[in-house]
């Protein structure tokens, strides 16, 4: 089992910044990758990035690319996610999940079979 709990969400204008954090535990001595997704009111949940375990391999979303960073700690048990020039459409319950088989579709959420329990960010115009 691997436990995730994000933190780090909040309320801020729109051009702003955010930077959440996804700290893992438990199932020592597994590697594993990880990914950032948001699910807003109404719609499914959306891919937003993924890492894998080194930290030396990135994918981000198009909608996310060019403002969004993901990076891992040193420990590997921590992923962060730096949010720059934030728009109302970031706004969303963003979740950290984790695939300790190393699929290679990242992008999608079945690949991950652990989850946090959400952290929301919230964008205002």
């Known amino acids: 089992q691997v436990q995730l709990v994000e933190s780090g969400g909040g309320l801020v204008q729109a051009g702003g910044s955010l930077r959440l954090s996804c700290a893992a535990s438990?199932?020592?001595?597994?590697?594993?990758?990880m990914g950032w997704f948001r699910q807003a009111p109404g719609k499914e949940r959306e891919f937003v990035v993924a890492?894998?375990?080194?930290?030396?391999?990135?994918y981000y979303a198009d909608s996310v690319k060019g403002r969004f960073t993901i990076s891992r700690g040193n420990a590997k048990n921590m992923v962060y996610l730096q949010m720059n020039s934030l728009k109302p459409e970031d706004t969303a319950v963003y979740y950290c999940?984790?695939?300790?088989?190393?699929?290679?579709?990242?992008?999608?959420?079945?690949?991950?079979?652990?989850w946090g329990q959400g952290t929301q960010v919230t964008v205002s115009s």
């Open positions: 999940g984790a695939d300790p088989i190393h699929r290679p579709w990242v992008a999608r959420s079945q690949s991950y079979d652990y």
């Open positions: 438990g199932r020592t001595g597994s590697t594993y990758e």
């Open positions: 890492i894998n375990w080194s930290g030396d391999s990135t």
